[in-house]
């Protein structure tokens, strides 16, 4: 029996993938490394799957065509601008929703992204943020912290809200 | 009788009544014949951690089936997405209908718990009480075109005394002499503009989480890791208290990883057992005298409407047709605001700030009923995927980009029961066992979308008053607030258990969980439900001590 198994996704390919996630998910001051996790966690993902290893493959081959009509040798030559055009025009089909679901809880389940956006990640080892900023914010005031317990009441129900006798009834 | 905890000196070195036990097995306590007839929970969670306690303290024997693991504090994780795969409910579900999360998240209609604890595992800890008018809505809010409203068999005035005993098992601050949380950074930026749009109910509390050591265990070392169980053991949950203490008193039998899959009748149409599967998907047989169904408002339904009889064609106390109708999952939506400066929100309590001043029924809003406003923080990981869940490309990634200066907040309101939103099974999906799985349909009312639109434009007044330079709406994500399906009622006809709980029509099965509330108010709900398990308690042991039951 012939081997139905698709082409391995090849270098050419990683590579438009890694560009495809920096167009989709642009973030200047990221650098390679996540993009490149993502995609190999994208890669791994289609082992398990013919039909998805079919859609990923033909799919990251076909940028290059998709390029070429917009008069450039490949899609990682596309400039921004014309590589999110180009990118908006697949946005439904089944291979780019698999890169985005795929790439959504992996780019930002990377260490090294939460300390780029300032995320500090597992805390308690050291003691929480008791002693470390949880309330170091400073550019407002301290605010009450106690229930109100000043002149004014919560009014629970407007008077124009009291449930007459009639609609009691109805 | 229950001893009241709020005398015992605190021990900051003491973690937990859980801390001694062994992590993960799938037995703990007394072992209880499988013939003799007990009083069997479903689930151990808010409702059934709390009548577990509150009936084993009493001297009653329990069985006690949970469908996961008993995670320790030690196990859980500061990570967002392995303490989701580690506890969050996975099995088969489907979502359907017209609302969004049927389209991003066709197979998490529901973000809950599957391990002992139940979804006060993951839960943050705000605990507003009902206001008095939401024990009434059909009265207060009249005849809605599309809504099914119902007063509550039972009113504020009855429930009162045991939003106490909830307010002090749980230890919410502001309440009982408790202490407030100090003010975190999100926090600040909520109270800051609540106050300057004129708002005055705002505080760090009632919230379920220690600001002093209370009750055996350490007040909050704002970890920010709430969500994720919490190691500290600072916030309370039923793991970390009512289970453990339940143990303790020698009549609870627990048993993990055993999923309840049907609960039979006798002739005479009395509960008499309830079937479950181990780890091992062998199936056994617990003989019961009572049955509490506590499985939440997805599951527990599930497991009625798996129970259809000859007596019950239609589904376990089912004779309404209302089991799994009215499904209500609170109004949800969150906005996240940018600033140009640092925020930090993700340190600390999570949602140790709620703004009450919409908690109210105003008609000149456009709406029935109310919201409360409270701070919310996700980390990176999870705010990428229920942020706006589809988007991509710049608009999505400048959101990202601000994180580490942003706020954010939840809008929890209520939304009205619609007897066409409803659980259901799904006999094209099956779980684990083959057993069809619980689909849900959703839409929301008029109603519901007038009330997140007005929650929508306040909480950018409220940002936009301390400098927000870019706000984003957040549409609602998997049901964390699930009730309603099992509703109380006044009349058989109307709901499916009475003042008490007791089904109408099957005498010794009782609903324990938020499934049986009759309308959501706008109030999160655990309170609410700890106080019902308190109250049903009592009533069952009354009812057993009579030989009524
Ligand atoms: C992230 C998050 C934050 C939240 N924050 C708040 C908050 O701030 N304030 C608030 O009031 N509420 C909050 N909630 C909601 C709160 O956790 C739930 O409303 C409450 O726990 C519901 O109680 P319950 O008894 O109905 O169900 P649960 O607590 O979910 O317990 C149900 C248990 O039953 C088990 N079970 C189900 N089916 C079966 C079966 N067939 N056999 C055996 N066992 C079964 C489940 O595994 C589970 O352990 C939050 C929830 C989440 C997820």
């Not at chain 1, 943020?129 to 005031?141: E, I």
């Not at chain 2, 993951?122 to 207060?140: I, M």
């Not at chain 2, 709406?473 to 709901?495: M, Q, V, W």
Request: glycine share 10%; aromatic share 10%.
């Amino acid at each position: 029996m012939p081997d139905p198994t698709p082409a391995p996704i090849d270098a050419d390919s990683r590579r438009n993938l890694v560009r495809l996630l920096r167009v989709a998910y642009p973030h200047p001051r990221f650098p390679d490394g996540p993009y490149e996790r993502t995609a190999d966690a994208i890669i791994g993902q289609v082992d398990d799957s013919l039909w998805q290893r079919l859609v990923l493959s033909e799919g990251l081959t076909s940028l290059d065509a998709r390029a070429t009509a917009d008069g450039q040798d490949s899609f990682v030559d596309l400039d921004d601008e014309t590589a999110l055009g180009l990118l908006r025009k697949l946005e439904d089909s089944e291979f780019f929703r698999f890169i985005r679901s795929v790439a959504v809880v992996t780019l930002y389940d990377d260490a090294e992204v939460h300390q780029l956006l300032g995320y500090e990640g597992p805390s308690f080892e050291q003691g929480g943020y008791l002693h470390r900023g949880f309330d170091d914010l400073d550019w407002l005031p301290n605010p009450r912290i106690e229930e109100y317990h000043g002149p004014e009441h919560l009014i629970e129900v407007a008077p124009d809200d009291e449930p007459t006798h009639a609609s009691t009834q109805a | 009788m229950t001893h009241d905890t709020s005398s015992q000196k605190p021990n900051p070195n003491q973690r937990s009544d859980a801390e001694h036990l062994p992590s993960q097995q799938e037995h703990y306590g007394a072992s209880i014949d499988h013939d003799e007839e007990a009083v069997v929970i479903v689930g151990s969670g808010a409702g059934g951690g709390t009548l577990a306690y509150e009936l084993t303290a009493k001297g009653i024997p329990c069985v006690v089936l949970e469908a996961g693991p008993y995670l320790m504090p030690e196990d859980y994780e500061n990570d967002e997405w392995a303490s989701f795969k580690q506890m969050a409910w996975l099995d088969g579900r489907t979502s359907s209908g017209p609302y969004r999360v049927a389209r991003d998240w066709p197979r998490l209609p529901a973000w809950v718990v599957k391990a002992v604890g139940g979804s006060t595992t993951h839960w943050s800890g705000a605990t507003p009480r009902f206001r008095a008018h939401e024990f009434r809505t059909r009265t207060y809010y009249g005849d809605i075109e599309g809504a099914n409203l119902l007063d509550w068999p039972i009113t504020l005035e009855e429930l009162a005394p045991y939003y106490d005993r909830a307010e002090r098992a749980i230890g919410s601050t502001h309440r009982h002499g408790r202490p407030p949380l100090p003010a975190n950074n999100n926090y600040k930026v909520f109270a800051n503009g609540a106050e300057k749009i004129g708002y005055r109910f705002y505080a760090t509390g009632p919230y379920g989480t220690n600001a002093e050591p209370y009750d055996g265990r350490p007040a909050s070392i704002q970890d920010g890791f709430n969500f994720q169980g919490d190691k500290s053991t600072a916030k309370w949950n039923t793991a970390v208290r009512e289970i453990p203490r339940a143990i303790k008193t020698g009549k609870c039998d627990l048993r993990c990883t055993s999923q309840a899959v049907q609960v039979t009748h006798d002739a005479g149409g009395r509960v008499n057992a309830v079937l479950y599967v181990d780890k091992a998907g062998a199936l056994h047989r617990q003989a019961a005298k009572v049955v509490c169904v506590a499985g939440n408002s997805i599951e527990s339904p599930r497991l009625l409407l798996m129970s259809a009889s000859a007596l019950h064609p239609d589904g376990l106390a089912n004779s309404s047709g209302q089991v799994g109708r009215n499904y209500m999952r609170h109004l949800t939506g969150s906005v996240y605001a940018r600033f140009d400066e640092p925020v930090h929100m993700y340190r600390g309590e999570t949602m140790a700030g709620i703004i009450a001043d919409e908690a109210r029924q105003d008609t000149s809003r456009g709406f029935v009923g109310g919201y409360y406003l409270e701070t919310l923080s996700l980390g990176p990981a999870f705010l990428a995927a229920f942020v706006d869940p589809g988007l991509w490309g710049p608009e999505f990634t400048e959101v990202m980009d601000a994180y580490a200066n942003t706020a954010g907040m939840w809008i929890v309101g209520e939304d009205l029961p619609q007897q066409t939103n409803r659980v259901t099974l799904n006999s094209a999906v099956r779980d684990q066992w083959g057993l069809p799985a619980a689909d849900v349909w959703f839409q929301d009312h008029a109603n519901d979308v007038a009330m997140r639109n007005h929650g929508y434009g306040r909480a950018d007044l409220l940002y936009e008053a301390v400098g927000a330079v870019g706000v984003h709406h957040t549409p609602p994500y998997p049901a964390t607030h699930n009730l309603g399906t099992c509703r109380l009622s006044e009349r058989p006809e109307d709901g499916v258990a009475d003042r008490w709980g007791q089904a109408h029509d099957v005498p010794g099965l009782f609903i324990s969980d938020g499934s049986q509330m009759t309308t959501g108010g706008a109030a999160n709900p655990s309170l609410t439900i700890v106080a019902l398990a308190i109250r049903q308690a009592e009533f069952i042991a009354d009812q057993l001590g009579k030989g009524a039951l």
